[in-house]
């Protein structure tokens, strides 16, 4: 694109300089919604950009004073430069943005759950999964359901997307997919797939066919856990795998608030044990609560606040672990 005929005012008019290069508009995001200085190498890494395509959009941010640089030597950082009369509102909209998509997430999470009865699985696949979506690109919308249901399901979910698209001025596609499908998928399907963002349940490689035998259960200890041995399978591996890193405690408690705001009355007892338990317990006592086979440990585990914050390759290794239990 040709720039324009008539020059504007720089002291007026800075953003068009700021903003004016995609690799600009990358690297700001990354400084403002990475909370720690980082260095070239892995502002180029954060941002998705070559090497120097991010060392010359941090030239430019520190030229004009977005950035500022931390450190002696070679091995200098950069990071937001508060003291720049924009930073904080260039922030700010950073922040909505990320909000924006976390929000058309969060409302297919709630879709997927509000029928959990007759889904066995939902993701995200396709190019936004991948981040590499393109303007106006439908989201699809992969559901995972048993073969003599499954048209009944997608007329209910279609009839619910509706909304959804409405709300975040979207596109949704929906695919259907059964076991068998995903059984015999082929293997570019199977790498397109691999990708996929869970909503719920686990991610479409949990249903191929090294454990079709295995679905009943696997789905029992993932979604519902409504048997004791398989819940304290489940216990375990968070108690050892999980606890160990805090943000995990975090995100468990953020996702409880979210989930208490469309929880039906019954459930928000649970969930208010759980919020309770997670804001009092430390790591080491919450650790041998998982894993306590009291009355009271018994019943929560049913409803255990973990399940949603897993990433897939967690998912995976519960997967794992429970084929062997």
Known sequence: MRPPKHRQSARRTPLNRILGTEANV????????????????????????????????????????????????????????????????????????????????????RLA?????????????????RGEDRLGEPIVLGVLGNSKSLSGLMRKLRKDLSQVETSHDTTIE????????????????????SDALPLFGLTPSAFGPHNQDEYENLRNTVV????????????????????????????????????????????????????????????????????DEGERATRLRQSIPFLDILNPKEREELLLLARHT
């Open 174 to 193: 929906l695919v259907g997919h059964t076991r068998p499908d995903l059984a015999v998928a082929k293997p570019a399907e199977r790498r397109r797939l």
């Open 224 to 291: 519902h856990g409504d048997r004791d041995k398989q819940q304290l399978v489940l216990a375990r591996f968070i108690a050892d795998r999980i606890l160990r890193d805090p943000a995990k405690v975090l995100a468990a408690r953020e996702f409880l608030a979210k989930r208490m705001e469309v929880a039906s009355e019954h459930e928000r007892h649970a969930l208010e044990e759980w919020a309770e338990i997670l804001n009092d317990m430390s790591s080491m006592r919450l650790k041998r609560f998982l894993l």
């Open 26 to 109: 990358r690297a700001l995001r990354a400084v403002c919604l990475e909370p720690f200085p980082m260095s070239r190498t892995e502002l180029g890494r954060v941002a998705n950009l070559e090497a120097k395509g991010a060392h010359l959009a941090a030239h430019r941010l520190l030229e004009e004073g977005l950035l500022k640089l931390v450190g002696k030597g070679p091995r200098q950082q950069v990071e937001l430069n508060f003291n720049h009369p924009l930073a904080k509102d260039i922030q700010t909209l950073f922040h909505a943005e990320r909000a924006s998509v976390e929000g058309l997430v969060d409302s297919l999470k």
């Open 113 to 129: 759950r509000a029928h959990s009865h007759d889904l066995i699985g939902a993701w995200i696949q396709g190019p936004f999964a």
